[in-house]
């Protein structure tokens, strides 16, 4: 059975952990699993992966970023998703349309229509069937980020402390608007206990999806 899952969340909610732990889970049921991240997961992608977070680009223009990172999302659902789940995988993707909504429509106060649009124009329709929101405090994410890899520290996070906040107001009222789609989960518990909530409601969506295809 195939299945579509994103994950979401501000810097530092702990997504790589996360996706690791469910790939983990669902293969050792036997399952194909795909587990892929934007922008990046491609050729294509990951050189657009590279002018997005390069610390020097300060002067790109909004609309440009915008374009870009749909870009790259484009060339992932060609190329990388639509093909695996059409052979029946498991998709995992670390961020997906949605994040182009938080950062550049609530973060950077870009209007959210034309970004829609645009999203479904790159995803040529692809929604996912479950998106987990890893919800964390702002500070305590930069800080788990900041304690990572130093150099994992690219442009996106180099913004203020404000926009951060925009853009975790706005993953939750994307999240509030489909209750169905969005899983919220409190990412400062233990990464045991969150994973156990996931797949938990994994397995739920697989039983649900088994029986509308039976
Ligand atoms: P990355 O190092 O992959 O961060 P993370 O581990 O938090 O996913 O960098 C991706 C950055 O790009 C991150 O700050 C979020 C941002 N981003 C957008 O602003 N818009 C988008 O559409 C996407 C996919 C990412």
Same mark, same amino acid.
């Given at each position: ?9 501000? %810097? ?50 909004? #609309?440009?970023? =915008?374009?870009?990172? @749909?870009?790259? *999302? ?12 059409? =052979? ?9 349309? /949605? ?13 959210? &229509?034309?970004? #829609? @649009? !645009?999203?479904?124009?790159? +995803? ?14 702002? @500070? ?11 150099? %994992?520290?690219?442009?996106? %996070? ?6 951060? @906040?925009?853009?975790? &107001?706005?993953?939750? *009222?994307?999240?509030?608007? /489909?209750?169905?789609?969005? !899983? ?12 156990? +909530? ?5 397995? +739920?969506?697989?039983?649900?999806? =088994?029986?509308? %295809? =039976?």
């Amino acid at each position: 059975m195939s299945l579509f899952i994103t994950f979401e969340g501000p %810097e530092g909610s702990g997504k790589t952990t996360q996706i690791r732990l469910l790939a983990d889970g669902l293969a050792g049921e036997g399952l194909a699993v795909t587990t892929t991240r934007e922008p990046g997961g491609t050729r294509i992608g990951n050189a657009v992966r590279a002018l997005l977070l390069d610390p020097d680009h300060t002067e790109m223009s909004p #609309r440009a970023e =915008a374009l870009l990172f @749909q870009a790259a *999302r484009a060339q992932l659902v060609d190329e990388v998703i639509r093909p695996a789940l059409a =052979a029946g995988a498991v998709v995992l993707c670390d961020r997906y349309a /949605d994040s182009t909504l938080a950062y550049q429509g609530y973060g950077h106060g870009q209007e959210l &229509e034309p970004l #829609r @649009q !645009l999203g479904a124009y790159a +995803t040529d329709n692809l929604c996912p069937d479950l998106t987990v929101y890893l919800d964390i405090d702002v @500070q305590a994410g930069l800080a788990r980020k900041r304690a990572g890899a130093a150099e %994992e520290w690219n442009r996106m %996070e180099n913004k203020a402390p404000a926009f951060h @906040q925009r853009v975790r &107001e706005g993953y939750l *009222r994307l999240a509030a608007s /489909d209750r169905v789609r969005w !899983l919220v989960v409190d990412a400062s518990q233990p990464a045991t206990v969150i994973h156990t +909530t996931v797949a938990a409601r994994v397995r +739920t969506l697989r039983y649900t999806l =088994a029986g509308n %295809e =039976a």
